[in-house]
T-cell receptor, first 113, second 111 residues
Framework: SQTIHQWPATLVQPVGSPLSLECTVE??????LYWYRQAAGRGLQLLFY??????ISSEVPQNLSASRPQDRQFILSSKKLLLSDSGFYLC????????????FGPGTRLTVT | SQKIEQNSEALNIQEGKTATLTCNYT??????LQWYRQDPGRGPVFLLL?????KEKRKERLKVTFDTTLKQSLFHITASQPADSATYLC??????????FGAGTRLFVKA
């Protein structure tokens, strides 16, 4: 069966520090991968998605970036965190047609202080 | 711009009753609409997907309707249980690999 891992589960970082969040998927090949951010009481905001290795689409201009160095690995990064980067970061995967359902990881709670 | 609205007020119902949650959208004609469940501090869990040419979809105690004329989806949980208490998210496929999510409606089922 397929599983998705995210780490770390929680993170507290000072303003201006770098960020690296990692997501890996097991049990499927060539998945579509997504990074979302969820603010308290808000919907999920799509940040990046990837349909293949090295292929990244950015949805929101920001100081974040994403990379997909391997088929089932998706990384979210920042060189310098802002207070507004705080939130709940979720990685998800899907396969098949474009509107197919997505399967989410456990999330990373990021607090920028 | 595309907009998706779910009732921001929590829905409180008694165990055994049917819970009905609403999702309204504007400025788009999605080919697919999805519902997810999210528990506090956890990632969303996929429940049901309905296509634009389907009026209704069922899975166990869950039922989703999709009215493309009204631009509305209704999500029903029959014979609700306290374990059904969670936030339920509506999501629209907006083209390519993009899906937009509503903010969700919190459901509380009282024993």
């Amino acid at each position: 069966s397929q599983t998705i891992h995210q780490w770390p589960a929680t993170l507290v970082q000072p303003v201006g520090s770098p960020l690296s969040l990692e997501c890996t998927v097991e049990g499927t090949s060539n998945p579509n991968l997504y990074w979302y951010r969820q603010a308290a009481g808000r919907g999920l905001q799509l940040l990046f998605y990837s349909v293949g290795i090295g292929q990244i689409s950015s949805e929101v201009p920001q100081n974040l970036s994403a990379s997909r160095p391997q088929d089932r690995q998706f990384i979210l990064s920042s060189k310098k965190l802002l207070l507004s980067d705080s939130g709940f970061y979720l990685c998800a995967w899907s396969v098949g047609f474009e509107g197919s359902e997505q399967y989410f990881g456990p999330g990373t709670r990021l607090t920028v202080t | 711009s595309q907009k998706i609205e779910q009732n921001s007020e929590a829905l409180n119902i008694q165990e055994g009753k049917t819970a009905t949650l609403t999702c309204n959208y504007t400025n788009y004609s999605p080919a697919y609409l999805q519902w997810y469940r999210q528990d506090p501090g956890r990632g969303p869990v996929f429940l049901l997907l309905i296509r634009e040419n389907e009026k209704e979809k069922r899975k166990e105690r869950l039922k989703v309707t999709f009215d493309t004329t009204l631009k509305q989806s209704l999500f029903h949980i029959t014979a609700s249980q306290p374990a059904d208490s969670a936030t339920y998210l509506c999501a629209l496929h907006t083209g390519g690999f993009k899906t937009i999510f509503g903010a969700g409606t919190r459901l509380f089922v009282k024993a």
